[in-house]
């Protein structure tokens, strides 16, 4: 067949790779003009790093490896201590922050891709489906795959021209050689207030991922306005604020698709943030997209015999799982100050308790595609 993925990011790319040796013509269309690895780094739970493995891409340890993850007040107080290993344990894979330089180029390994070519609409035909491009050349094709973001031209063209919904919450981020002891190691630090949350994951080679979740749109120099925000939230903030540039800053919006059980039609249909985008507060996005792309490389990988049917079965397994995490994204409350009853829970509840309690939230998110096959 020939496949034909907008968009080259993670989810693009590692459907490219999983279809590398399935004989298919596969071809990748990014509107940049070079590969866009910005956005500091991405948190690879066990679910993401057993994908990438299935899509003959595995992480072969580059990036940070977590084995903690320590919730915290600006007061100093812990709340929670998740021991990241059970999910390592548990499933072979450990959790990983990765540059998103490193994972897209680690992607686009053995992947061609035709750079400055958007596509900008696509025509579903009873025998395939054609897209078009920003100069007018038109691309027959088997398979349309819309990996092209959550403003996706795919998307409006097949599915639903209504745009995600963005809601009060931004998060500043960036990735820089900083606070050197934290960077080096295994444990990852949340720090929640009453100006947000601030995140600080080491992610291999002295790099310190960091983050604020901020409520309120910031005004003048962001580099001033998070420090007035952020004031009293510790050492570890002080030292971080003290050690950032405004260049090393990039804000992601927070946004949401509702997510129908139906992505595309005929033999177009979508993949990652262009399907289900939600905000990062759980740290699943680039992780569903690779469950995406591991579930979809597995049903084309062989040519089926009803393209439609096969793409309807795929969105229909992966919207049914997508959708609990998107809930769960919404509802999630970490970026915000914690309400009196938990800081009463944590009094009482002995804190090995709590971690396990947080770390059985995970496996929702954490076990790879149980029920999904095609």
Known sequence: MHILIAGAGVGGLALARGLATSGHRVRVFEQAPQLRTGGAAVTIFSNGAAALAGLGAPLDGFGGRLDTLRFGTADGRTIV???LTVLAQRTGFPVTSVPRYALIEHL??????EFSRKVVDVEVRPDGVTAIDATGD???ADVVVGADGHRSTVRRAVLDPTPATANEWTTWQGLSP?????????TGVCVVGPAGLVGLLPSG?????WWFDVHQPLEGSPVAALANRFTGYGALVEQLLGNIREEDLEPFRHVTHQVPDQWGRG???LLGDAAHAFPPTQAQGANQALEDAWLL?????VAPADVPRTLRRYEMLRARRVRKVSRRAVRERTNKPVPPPVRVL??????RLVGRAYVAQLRGVSSVLDDETV
Request: net charge neutral; aromatic share 0%.
């Open 267 to 269: 033999a177009a249909t």
């Open 108 to 113: 686009a390994q053995g992947v061609s891709v």
């Open 138 to 140: 038109r691309h027959e």
């Open 205 to 209: 080679d002295g790099l310190l991922m």
């Open 81 to 83: 201590s998740a021991d």
């Open 178 to 186: 900083v606070l050197p002891e934290l960077a080096t190691g295994t």
């Open 346 to 351: 944590t009094r009482i509840i002995p804190p």
């Open 297 to 301: 490389s597995r049903a084309l990988r």
